[in-house]
Nanobody
């Protein structure tokens, strides 16, 4: 299995940008489809974006399309989530996830808080 550690969260004003990173250690990183999910207070965890092991396919939730971009660097064992034009409703804990059997994700990081002020 891989171990996942997120970083890059923080407080940003509406309209600003953040880039989240997720560093993986353990097994071969490129074997895993990687994803980002988020959970706002009092709400269920929801899908944000995913990227295939070779980075030839990406998927973004409707709310993320055009504002968020998932990418990965297999040489660095890292997946990224570039978030632009942030809105207060993007405030949530963002989780990195991995799977060898998409679309079911079973490996999770500890999460990183993103807070967008209005």
């Amino acid at each position: 299995q891989v171990q996942l550690v997120e970083s890059g969260g923080g407080l940003v004003q509406a309209g600003g940008s953040l880039r989240l990173s997720c560093a993986a250690s353990g097994r071969t990183f490129s074997d895993y489809t990687m994803g980002w999910f988020r959970q706002a207070p009092g709400k269920e965890r929801t899908f944000v974006a995913a990227i295939s092991g070779s980075a030839d396919r990406t998927y973004h939730a409707d709310f993320a399309t055009g504002r968020f971009t998932i990418s990965r660097d297999n040489a660095k064992n890292t997946v990224y989530l570039q978030m632009d034009s942030l809105k207060p409703e993007d405030t949530a804990v963002y989780y990195c996830a991995a799977t060898e059997r998409p679309p079911e994700f079973g490996l999770w990081g500890q999460g990183t808080q993103v807070t967008v002020s209005s």
